[in-house]
Structures are given as C-alpha cells and as structure tokens.
C-alpha cells in the first residue's frame, strides 16, 4: 500500500501545495491563470506532439480499448444529467454540465503525470492515443446538446480545430512521417517545454482548487464524484478485461484514465454558457480532493506498484 501512495503522493502533493500557495496568498490568482494558460496552449501540446511523433501506434485500431472506454463515459453522462434533473431540479445547460462533469476526465492536469509515473514509457502510447479523441468527443457532444438544433457544425470545428490541445494532436500525427529529419536542436526546444508540463499543470490544478472552491453544496456534486470516481472506471475496468481481454497496460491506462477527477473544462464549457458554474465548480473541487484515495484504490486492482 505505501508503494500505491507513493504513485500518486508526488501528483496530488503538487496540487496541494499549489492549493496551499494560493490560500496562504504567497503567490497571487494571476500566477495560476498564467501556468494554466502556458500548460494549455504550449506545454502540453508539446508532450502530445513529442509523444505522438514518437509513439508505436498499432496498425489496427484497438476498438475494444475506444469501446470499453466511452461505452463508460455515455454510462455516467447518461446517470449524472437523468439524477441531476429527477432529484435536484436542474435543467437545460445545467444538466449538460452535470453529465460533461461525469464523463470528462482531467486528463491534462492529472491522468497524464499520474498515468506516465504508473506505468511509464509503455503507458505513453495509450494515453495519448485516448486523450487524441478524449477532448473532441465530449466537448462536441456537450456542445451539441447545449446549443441543440442551434449548433452550427462549422462552429464546433472552428473550435475544436483552434484548440490548443487538438493542435498537437493533429500535428503529432501529421508529422510522424518526417520525424527522423527534424533537426535535434529543434528537438530540444519541444523537449523543454514539454518537460515543464507535469508540475506547472499540478501546480496550477492546485491555485484553480482554491479559486473555484464548493459552490452549490455537496449532495450533487458528490454524486458526479461518485459516477466519476468509481462507477466510470469500474465499467472500463469490465469492459477492458472481461469482454475485450485488452492487454494489461492498456486496460489499466484505460480504468485510470477513467478514475480521473472532473475535469477543468466542465467548469470553463459552464462559464461559456453561464449556467451550471456553481456545480461545474464544486464537482472539480470535491472529485479532486477524493481522487487521492480512490486513484490508490484502483493502483491496487490493478496491479500497479
């Protein structure tokens, strides 16, 4: 068990002393939103790019390992927004943010370093082909049901097209071809900036905790945790094992990824809207603080450690 927690103590005391700094007032509100906007539109575009260029990426698409993942994401999207309307009253845009809460993972601020220090090199590949379709899924479809019948195809792709994380993604891919006459001075620049990615984006998950805090209560946004923490993972964890028989480090990238905290984009895609703001935020915050010892939990399922 000491060795689990090593895993994650490293990721989730990062975020501490982030949340820490903050509430102490030893750094300000403006340092958190500078790191968090150098690890969205830079640092970690770069870690994608390098890893995709990189990678060995199967020829044949693992679709078990698509499959047993967001067959899980529709499970606790489909739960959150149906208990979050029949128990507590929500509705509209609210509701979206409830089940975008439950099924989007923070997948950049924690999975990638807690997912890289678990399994290392190996897990690199998996992790970075689910985060390759991650963003676009759940975003587009939490645009298309907060907009409805209003959402313009060309707008959802303008803004998936411009974000940051996509753009490393498509030239990951793009580039892999050319890859071995990059030059190496080239190289070292994407090294660096890549290399600041794990503790800038804990360190600004951490300032971003205290900044958002719980808003609306603890009934709901403890549900959205509950859905996030366990049953989402527990579903992948089925799926990738019983049913696909995926290979181990892929299953188990698959469940951790899955047991990942709320992810920060639930709170942006309600401040979009200007509707759902109080839960996105007390989601992100309460999911976060128990991730510590469920993330230990499912390290121990799986092996890990």
């Given amino acids: 068990m000491l060795d689990l927690v090593l895993i994650v103590f490293p990721v989730f005391g990062l975020i501490g002393i982030g949340y820490l700094a903050r509430r102490t007032g030893f750094v300000s509100e403006r340092m958190g939103e500078g790191l968090s906007e150098f690890v969205f539109t830079l640092s970690v575009p770069c870690l994608i790019f390098r890893t995709l260029v990189k990678a060995e990426i199967p020829e044949v698409q693992p679709w078990g390992y698509w499959i047993s993942y967001f067959v899980g994401v529709a499970v606790v999207w489909v739960l959150a927004t149906t208990i979050g309307k029949r128990f507590f009253g929500i509705k509209g845009v609210s509701s979206v943010v409830a089940g975008f809460s439950a099924g ?3 997948t950049v601020f924690v999975g990638v370093p807690m997912i890289l220090k678990a399994y290392g090199d190996e897990g690199a590949a998996p992790l970075f082909l689910l985060l390759a379709v991650h963003l676009p899924v759940t975003m587009t479809l939490a645009t298309v049901l907060a907009e409805g019948r209003q959402a313009s195809p060309l707008v959802i792709l303008r803004r998936l097209a411009t974000h940051p994380i996509v753009i490393g993604i498509l030239a990951g891919s793009a580039l892999r071809p050319v890859a071995p006459v990059i030059p190496e001075p080239l190289w070292q620049i994407v090294d660096l900036i890549a290399s600041a990615a794990v503790p800038c984006a804990l360190i600004s998950m951490g300032i ?7 808003k609306m209560g603890w009934k709901l946004p403890t549900v959205i945790s509950a859905l996030k923490l366990v049953v989402h993972p527990l579903v992948v964890l089925l799926l990738a094992t019983y049913v696909f028989e995926m290979p181990p480090v892929w299953a188990g990238v698959a469940v951790l990824f899955a047991s990942c905290p709320s992810g920060i984009n639930a709170y942006l895609f309600a401040e979009r809207y200007n509707e759902g703001v109080a839960l996105a935020s007390s989601a992100v915050t ?5 991730a510590l010892g469920t993330t230990v939990l499912w390290l121990y399922v799986l092996g890990v450690g």
Avoid: I
């Fill in 104 to 106: 989007q993972a923070n």
């Fill in 208 to 214: 971003a905790l205290r900044r958002y805090g719980m």
């Fill in 286 to 290: 309460l999911s976060t603080a128990l």
